[in-house]
């Protein structure tokens, strides 16, 4: 595999949908406190330029899943202190592929942590790829059903650091 010289996303683009999308949490949160709990690791860039632009109380909550190479199932590797029940909780994910990930980790949320209420905020969203029927509240972009890679998105945990998104391709 190598990196392809298209670039889909770049760091500009990424910037300005990413205020866009403060500017609605903002509005849809005002007066309310927020916990952000983001997916460990794919959305660490996404976490950080979206949480400097909200301007309302908000709280972090780190949570790491394992979703498994055969795409059928997901588990939970690791959560952060943060009690959540009755917070108004926003998901914060890199991307929703097959939707295996996000249905598990919205199902566990829901029947463990009682959470005031329950959103989720995604960077990418690759409808063609989707197997279960997840909501998404707040999407960055949509994507054509290839892999892609950069702004925190890996290809064999390399490339997170790239500022821009672009995709890997057979060599
Ligand atoms: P799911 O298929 O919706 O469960 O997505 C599982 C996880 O696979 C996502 O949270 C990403 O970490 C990862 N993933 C899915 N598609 C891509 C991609 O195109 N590039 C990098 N990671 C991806
Ligand atoms: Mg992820």
Request: proline share 4%; hydrophobic share 40%; with cysteine.
């Amino acid at each position: 595999m190598k990196l392809a010289s298209g670039i889909l996303f770049s760091e500009n683009q990424i910037q300005q949908r990413v205020a866009e999308l403060a500017r609605q949490i903002n509005r849809d949160y005002q007066g309310k406190s927020l916990v952000l709990c983001a997916v460990l690791k794919g959305s660490i860039p996404f976490l950080g330029d979206l949480m400097r632009r909200l301007d309302g109380e908000v709280r972090i909550a780190l949570i790491e899943m394992k979703s498994q190479v055969d795409g059928q199932h997901a588990s939970i590797l690791f959560t952060s202190s943060l009690d959540l029940a009755e917070r108004h909780v926003l998901i914060i994910e890199d991307i929703v592929d097959t939707g295996i990930t996000l249905d598990y980790l919205i199902k566990h949320l829901e029947a463990e942590r009682s959470p005031a209420s329950l959103k989720v905020a995604v960077l990418l969203d690759k409808p063609e790829a989707r197997r279960i029927d997840v909501p998404v509240h707040y999407r960055g972009f949509t994507v054509p059903d290839r892999f892609v890679v950069g702004y925190g998105l890996d290809y064999k945990e390399l490339y997170r650091n790239l500022p821009y998104i672009g995709w890997v391709e057979q060599e």
